[in-house]
């Protein structure tokens, strides 16, 4: 009797064990029939987006984006919040903390105006792995966001709310980042450093002409709002200017509040330091959207000023006159191209500009300077390559006024009375605005000093103009006399 029941106290633990062990492999499928009675007694849907996807040590840009567009649009309500102070800032970032529930409402696009708003539940929350795995500046938890929501909303929130929440989000990086300065590196390296960029022109205070800063301010708001458009006319998205004129007429200035109207980066491509072509299309492709892609001096920077056809035929006639064996048409032609990638060429300039590789991206400004538009190459700024050519003048008397308004913070229409003769005199004297503002930055008592320095230096600018004019036609007397 005894041996009996010791067999069936046997009997009972193996068929324990097998059970646990049964239940062990069939884990998945009780989960799963688990997650199905749930789903069909609870309408809600659940969706989680991880700090760090799996085997990646750097943020998922969905997670970094919806941490931003929660903080800045429905964060007015929650009762905790953590704040980071990024370099360069005066004014800290909010973000909202772990633990944190945020209801937002959604309404779709075809619901027609009568109602139809989605509401959504997000929730941040932390939790600690089993394994010991560190993620992010030795923490070892890892962070997520879930968003809850009815199942009729299903459709709506996927395709229509998540992009819309992924957009706005990254326009809130956009605005709170800290923008930067790029510049290329020497050969070999063929990357970019940069620093904060804390240039703090505007158009507010450029000087130039109202009328067209206006329209260059209209041209760029135009281009910042129309992806769509260039998608739908199949053309990258972005734009090119050319900033032209004598220098210290604030072309470098003009750069800067583009800038800072647009809120884009700036990477000002040195030409001397890239090697070839291949160098210069591997700068661009490091370059990210929202951004501005400066050449300055781009007649200074590099050889692409000369005739392309005059260039060929001359390196034709200096191989046939030193009697060298020239190669059949198709190799020679191969051979010019594969000398052309080694070097920097104007093809290579116009293709970074408007060739295959400038669809590489999009949201990027291209800018040209130089102090002589007559010395580039036609091809090079041509429409479709340099959109917009804007001519950077001398001081014109509304430029004048937005200076002295800058410097000495005045615009009393007694004072601009007393020194009338500054409008005429500017016209005359041809004085960039470097030279105006560099008189009315001197340390004098008040503002009128500064004035009076100035109509002095216009008087004698505009007789030395009138004196070289009068020689000139002097002289081209004497050559028609002759």
Not at 421 to 438: F, G, K, N, R, W
Request: proline share 4%.
């Amino acid at each position: 009797m005894a041996f009996k029941e010791l067999w069936a106290t046997i009997g009972s633990v193996l068929a324990f064990i097998l059970g646990l062990f049964s239940m062990a492999m069939n884990h998945e499928t009780i989960t799963l029939w688990i997650n199905k009675i749930q789903a069909f007694f609870s309408p809600y849907i659940q969706v989680t987006i991880p700090e760090y996807a799996p085997g990646n040590f750097e943020r998922s840009n969905f997670y970094v984006a919806i941490e931003a567009y929660l903080s800045e649009h429905c964060a007015t309500e929650v009762r905790k919040l953590k704040a980071e102070l990024g370099s360069h800032r005066k004014i800290p970032l909010f973000y909202v903390d772990d633990g944190q529930q945020i209801i937002d409402t959604f309404r779709r696009r075809n619901s027609g105006g009568g109602g139809g708003g989605a509401t959504v539940w997000w929730h941040a929350y932390k939790e600690k792995p089993v394994s010991n795995v560190i993620y992010r500046n030795g923490e070892e938890e890892r962070r997520f966001y879930r968003v809850s929501f009815h199942r009729r909303y299903r459709k709506c929130v996927l395709e229509e709310y998540m992009p819309y929440v992924i957009e706005k989000g990254r326009d809130v990086i956009a605005k709170n980042r800290q923008l930067r300065l790029f510049t290329n590196n020497p050969y070999p390296n063929c990357s970019w450093s940069h620093v904060a960029f804390q240039h703090p022109a505007n158009f507010t205070t450029l000087a130039m002409d109202p009328t067209l800063k206006k329209t260059i301010m209209d041209d760029l708001d135009a281009f910042k709002e129309r992806k769509d458009y260039y998608a739908k006319v199949g053309k990258p998205w972005k734009r090119g200017y050319l900033l032209f004129g004598p220098p210290g007429t604030g072309k470098s200035t003009m750069i800067s509040a583009i800038a800072n109207h647009l809120e884009y980066d700036v990477y000002d491509l040195e030409l001397t330091a890239v090697e070839s072509n291949n160098d210069l299309r591997k700068l661009f492709i490091q370059t990210t959207g929202k951004s501005i892609i400066v050449i300055e001096d781009i007649d200074c920077s590099a050889e692409l000023t000369g005739k392309r056809r005059d260039k060929k035929q001359a390196r034709h006639k200096s191989a046939a006159g030193e009697n060298v064996t020239m190669l059949p048409p198709m190799m020679q032609e191969a051979a010019e191209k594969d000398s052309s990638e080694k070097q920097l060429t104007l093809s290579g300039v116009l293709n970074f500009i408007d060739g295959l590789w400038s669809a590489c991206g999009g949201e990027r400004i291209i800018i040209f300077t130089t102090n002589h538009k007559d010395k580039l190459d036609p091809a090079l700024i041509r429409p479709g390559r340099m959109d917009m050519h804007i001519k950077m003048s001398y001081c014109s008397y509304e430029a004048f006024k937005t200076l002295a308004n800058n410097y000495l913070e005045i615009n009393d229409h007694d004072l601009f009375e007393r020194f009338g003769e500054i409008q005429h005199l500017l016209e005359a004297a041809m004085m960039s605005p470097a030279d105006v503002a560099e008189h009315l930055m001197r340390k004098e008592k008040d503002a009128s000093a500064c004035l009076e320095g100035l109509l002095m230096a216009l008087k004698e600018k505009a007789e030395a103009a009138s004196k070289g004019m009068q020689i000139s036609m002097e002289k081209e007397d004497a050559v028609d006399a002759k």
